[in-house]
């Protein structure tokens, strides 16, 4: 950290030799909004348990400056990431920086929830109402007439919608504890926005909650403008869209204690949950799967029909011989009930992507499964389908060998009446070779333990 104690900027920005001072552009609110919160953070004597969660865009530059510790989230997680940190760091103070297009546009979800959920961290929003980083796109919260490099007219509201304000958005939700709009306008809304920054980050150290504080921030690059002109624009053009003001400040410590309190996070303790969840699969010492070179699979149903399931126990057979293999699903724009497919590679060389374009296997348990994925397997490849469900296909021409089992009936009589998709496991086991002895004795195969009797009768079917 630097010496001087009421900052953490880098001496090596202080003293660069470039006739580039810093990445931000000229009059960008950027450099002044982490001023002051490192100010704040040095004041309350936090920089050094402080971490800043950077987004995708300008923000994300902001390790380049400040000597705390920085993660750079995926674009529109900060605020989920943020959740993360500071439940695995209670102790650390937690400070998120967003644009306007990463958190209210893809990370809008992430946000909302962080929010409603009264999470102890402080969310800097900076909205400069464009896509800055990329060219200056029209942003969820461009104004009505604003020119972007997507909307040379102007935002038009009954074709681009209203601008949305997320300051009012989340003042309608319980969680947060401080939310306010301030602005890089005039000198008396900088210093306005200092102290409120101030104000957010105070709000984490006494444990009030969620605080939230939308900067309304100069881009004059995107904007096409010096960069008093910018600000000026602030003063008076954005914040006619954009009110400034406290929208709320209240304290959530009593709120947050209520809630069920969940347990601390740690090392060991996130290690053994992840244990619990998904015990590793333990290779057999013998392959339970005789395939050789690159196998794939296509399952393809309705959702209901276990398809997801099917395609899990293939991948973990794949595994427990020793094989390297990914699971792909693939739902339609219905709800349960509509097409469900999933595609399965198996290989015994690292596999590259988990894309199937030609199935060497299709596992069909309804006929449009059937009749969409026919026609795209090997010639060499083989179709298990349940009969009765797709019906007689011996007159559909097919390059592919196909085999019709009972899959429904026989997972009937086995007392598995769900299981028609284990039913055609078994078949599928049958028609590579497999030898199910070895299955029942091998530790990782725990997903088929309540359908033996559907894989066995399935297996005998073929």
């Known amino acids: 950290m630097h010496s001087n104690p009421k900052t953490t900027f880098l001496a090596t920005y202080r003293k660069a030799q470039t006739p580039q001072q810093t990445h931000f552009c000229p009059g960008c609110g950027h450099g002044n909004i982490l001023k002051f919160a490192d100010e704040a953070l040095c004041e309350f004597g936090v920089a050094d348990r402080a971490i800043w969660v950077s987004p995708v865009g300008c923000g994300g530059l902001t390790d380049s400056y400040m000597s705390v510790s920085h993660i750079l989230a995926a674009h529109g997680r900060a605020s989920a990431v943020a959740t993360a940190v500071k439940r695995l ?18 990370g809008l979800l992430e946000a909302i929830h962080a929010a409603n959920r009264g999470e102890n961290i402080t969310v800097l929003f900076i909205n400069n109402a464009n896509f800055a980083m990329t060219g200056g796109q029209l942003a969820p919260t461009s104004w009505i007439g604003q020119q972007t ?22 003042n309608q939700i319980e969680g947060p504890a401080f939310i306010a709009r301030c602005a890089i306008g005039t000198c008396k809304q900088i210093i306005e926005t200092k102290n409120i920054i101030r104000k957010a980050i105070r709000n984490q150290i006494d444990g009030h909650g969620y605080s939230f504080v939308e900067i309304l921030s100069p881009c004059p690059s995107n904007w096409h403008c010096s960069p008093g002109a910018a600000r000026q624009r602030i003063a008076d053009t954005m914040v006619k869209t954009y009110p400034l003001g406290i929208f709320r400040d209240e304290s959530r410590r009593a709120w947050i204690e209520a809630r069920h309190c969940p347990e601390p996070y740690t090392p060991a303790g996130t290690a053994e949950a992840f244990a619990r969840l998904a015990q590793p699969i333990k290779p057999s010492s013998e392959r339970l799967l005789p395939i050789s070179g690159d196998v ?18 293939l991948s973990q057979i794949a595994l427990a011989s020793g094989y390297e293999t990914t699971w792909m699903p693939s739902y339609g724009p219905e709800m349960r009930g509509g ?35 026919s026609s795209k397997v090997s010639k060499n490849g083989a179709i298990l389908f349940d009969i009765d469900r797709v019906g007689d296909v011996a007159s559909r021409s097919t390059a592919a060998k196909k085999y019709g089992i009972c899959a429904t009936q026989i997972a009937t009589q086995a007392g598995e009446p769900k299981s028609a998709n284990f039913a055609l496991l078994g078949a599928f086991l049958k028609c590579v070779g497999a030898d199910l002895s070895g299955f029942r004795a091998n530790e990782s195969m725990k997903l088929l333990a309540n359908h033996w009797n559907a894989i066995e009768a399935g297996f005998g079917a073929l």
Do not use: W
């Open 296 to 313: 794939s699979i296509c399952c393809s149903g309705f959702g209901g029909q276990g398809i997801m399931t099917l395609g899990r126990a």
């Open 339 to 373: 097409a469900a497919n999933c595609f399965v590679r198996i290989s015994q060389d690292p596999i590259a992507a988990p894309i199937v374009d030609v199935p060497d296997y299709l596992i069909a348990m309804n006929a449009p499964a059937f009749e969409k994925f």
């Open 89 to 106: 760091h209670r102790q650390a103070i937690v400070v998120a920086s967003q644009g306007d297009g990463d958190l209210a546009s893809i």
């Open 149 to 170: 490099a997507t909307s040379p007219n102007g935002r038009v509201l009954h074709e681009h919608g209203a601008p949305l304000k997320i300051c009012e958005i989340l």
